[in-house]
């Protein structure tokens, strides 16, 4: 199983920066790919970012590509989630999750997940 641990969360105002971490523990060599997912009130979790374990390539939600840089650290078994210009409508509960099975493609849907952390509310006053 692997174990994972969401940090970096917090209240920020319109235009400012969160960078979000999170950490991975257990058995992290069976990790494929990881990725951010976001969750706000009475909407669908929805595909933010996502990271090959091994080979460092990665996909982004057209939404929000340009403003948001996912990246890893395998040594420290970690990946983070930098925001950028944040807007109001980026407030939610931002997920980590893990692949821990083979695919040649980074998943964007909530089903390409077997591991989820317990999220870590960003929340952008205007």
């Known amino acids: 199983q692997v174990q994972l641990v969401e940090s970096g969360g917090g209240l920020v105002q319109a235009g400012g920066s969160l960078r979000l971490s999170c950490a991975a523990s257990?058995?992290?060599?069976?990790?494929?790919?990881m990725g951010w997912f976001r969750q706000a009130p009475g909407k669908e979790r929805e595909f933010v970012a996502g990271?090959?374990?091994?080979?460092?390539?990665?996909v982004y939600s057209d939404s929000l590509k340009g403003r948001f840089t996912i990246s890893k650290d395998n040594a420290r078994n970690r990946v983070y989630l930098q925001m950028n210009r944040l807007k109001p409508e980026d407030t939610a509960l931002y997920y980590c999750?893990?692949?821990?099975?083979?695919?040649?493609?980074?998943?964007?849907?909530?089903?390409?997940?077997?591991?989820w952390g317990q999220g870590t509310q960003v929340t952008v006053s205007s």
């Open positions: 999750a893990a692949r821990l099975t083979f695919s040649p493609q980074i998943a964007r849907l909530r089903e390409g997940y077997d591991a």
């Open positions: 257990g058995r992290t060599f069976t990790i494929y790919h």
């Open positions: 990271i090959n374990w091994g080979g460092g390539s990665v």
